[in-house]
């Protein structure tokens, strides 16, 4: 099996840009509140990383594997069914290990160790018949909110009580965190039960979205949901402003982004949720880059850190603020008024 084939097969493309960067970011917003020298803080992400991996191959793999039935039921091809039993235990033992062995070397405390079981056990239970609380109207997203993101990066910062380093988040700073990353966790996934409403009426799987319809359901997200998102990211982003000096250019950076995306998509006529979109973005994209960023001031080393990161993940701000906006609109745009150059005015027209 090539790696692309493996690639497919964990479904990759689905969680590397969306998942593992905000959780990873939760690594780094830990490292800002310690004093931990750099080596150790590089095998802290180093470890956290590989277990975010291990989980999401573990929880999309056993998601896919449980949905063999109802993918069949539904025209829809699974790729699992390609593979031999014993294979498909292999992967999935493999991507536990890889998941459950980075702790060990982490040296967690028992609270750190209680949310990363509590994020397998949740991954297992939203899946695995006869439980497979996915099937539950109410249960199925309360689950998938806390496992798409926050109850690792609760593993995550409650990691500093261990042998490593010890330090106190402000109580409002860290309460103020998770609500942001729940309400972000409870859009995603009424927005995908909207996106497979088909799917999932033809496989007769009873959702939020199925129950309630799409009409309420987008009501929810617009009215309740999304605003209060964007109050606590905009808390967040004060009281973080108030810890560390400058922080709020990231706010400021996020509204330019937001003009100009909105802009764009009025220019392009593109869905209304692309707000939704910019939201991902600020969690997926500019929040763990303003933390690595804040991190490089103070430490050079951490520059490293910030461009490997920027390189293993697609970053959307940086691609839309610094090649579609700055490169192509205004450096070839000025390029061809200077030179009039007609090899720049089909690349920039394209």
């Given at each position: 099996?090539?790696?692309?084939?493996?690639?497919?097969?964990?479904?990759?493309?689905?969680?590397?840009?969306?998942?593992?960067?905000?959780?990873?970011?939760?690594?780094y917003f830990v490292l800002i509140f310690s004093t931990v020298?750099?080596?150790?803080?590089?095998?802290?992400?180093?470890?956290?990383?590989?277990?975010?991996?291990?989980?999401?191959?573990?929880?999309?793999?056993?998601?896919?594997?449980?949905?063999?039935?109802?993918?069949?039921?539904?025209?829809?091809?699974?790729?699992?069914?390609?593979?031999?039993?014993?294979?498909?235990?292999?992967?999935?033992?493999?991507?536990?290990?890889?998941?459950?062995?980075?702790?060990?070397?982490?040296?967690?405390?028992?609270?750190?160790?209680?949310?990363?079981?509590?994020?397998?056990?949740?991954?297992?239970?939203?899946?695995?018949?006869?439980?497979?609380l996915k099937r539950n109207v109410f249960f199925g997203i309360?689950?998938?909110?806390?496992?798409?993101?926050?109850?690792?990066?609760?593993?995550?910062?409650?990691?500093?009580?261990?042998?490593?380093?010890?330090?106190?988040?402000?109580?409002?700073?860290?309460?103020?965190?998770?609500?942001?990353?729940?309400?972000?966790?409870?859009?995603?996934?009424?927005?995908?039960?909207?996106?497979?409403?088909?799917?999932?009426?033809?496989?007769?799987?009873?959702?939020?979205?199925?129950?309630?319809?799409?009409?309420?359901?987008?009501?929810?997200?617009?009215?309740?949901?999304?605003?209060?998102?964007?109050?606590?990211?905009?808390?967040?982003?004060?009281?973080?402003?108030?810890?560390?000096?400058?922080?709020?250019?990231?706010?400021?950076?996020?509204?330019?982004?937001?003009?100009?995306?909105?802009?764009?998509?009025?220019?392009?006529?593109?869905?209304?949720?692309?707000?939704?979109?910019?939201?991902?973005?600020?969690?997926?994209?500019?929040?763990?880059?303003?933390?690595?960023?804040?991190?490089?001031?103070?430490?050079?080393?951490?520059?490293?850190?910030?461009?490997?990161?920027?390189?293993?993940?697609?970053?959307?701000?940086?691609?839309?603020?610094?090649?579609?906006?700055?490169?192509?609109?205004?450096?070839?745009?000025?390029?061809?008024?200077?030179?009039?150059?007609?090899?720049?005015?089909?690349?920039?027209?394209?």
């Open positions: 099996m090539t790696n692309f084939e493996l690639f497919k097969l964990f479904r990759v493309k689905h969680w590397w840009n969306f998942i593992v960067p905000p959780v990873l970011s939760a690594s020298e750099f080596p150790a803080a590089i095998m802290i992400v180093s470890l956290c990383f590989l277990s975010i991996v291990g989980t999401a191959v573990f929880g999309f793999f056993l998601n896919d594997w449980t949905d063999i039935g109802s993918d069949r039921m539904s025209g829809k091809e699974s790729r699992i069914l390609q593979l031999a039993v014993l294979k498909r235990w292999a992967i999935l033992l493999a991507s536990l290990v890889l998941a459950f062995v980075p702790w060990i070397f982490l040296k967690a405390g028992y609270i750190s160790i209680l949310f990363f079981s509590f994020q397998l056990i949740l991954l297992t239970l939203y899946s695995v018949p006869p439980i497979r309360l689950c998938d909110s806390l496992y798409s993101g926050l109850t690792f990066i609760l593993a995550i910062l409650f990691l500093p009580q261990n042998s490593y380093f010890e330090l106190k988040y402000p109580l409002i700073l860290l309460f103020v965190f998770v609500l942001a990353f729940w309400m972000r966790g409870l859009r995603n996934i009424l927005r995908h039960q909207i996106v497979d409403f088909e799917h999932d009426k033809v496989a007769a799987i009873a959702t939020f979205v199925s129950r309630f319809g799409i009409t309420k359901t987008e009501l929810i997200i617009k009215r309740i949901l999304f605003p209060l998102e964007c109050l606590f990211n905009a808390i967040l982003l004060l009281l973080f402003s108030f810890n560390f000096p400058y922080f709020y250019i990231a706010g400021v950076f996020f509204i330019f982004y937001f003009l100009y995306k909105f802009y764009d998509s009025v220019k392009n006529k593109k869905s209304t949720f692309v707000y939704y979109s910019i939201m991902n973005d600020y969690f997926e994209d500019l929040l763990p880059l303003m933390f690595l960023l804040y991190l490089s001031l103070n430490n050079p080393f951490y520059w490293f850190v910030l461009v490997f990161h920027c390189i293993i993940f697609q970053n959307k701000i940086i691609i839309k603020i610094f090649y579609d906006l700055l490169y192509r609109k205004i450096a070839l745009w000025l390029f061809y008024k200077t030179f009039r150059n007609k090899y720049i005015k089909s690349f920039f027209k394209g």
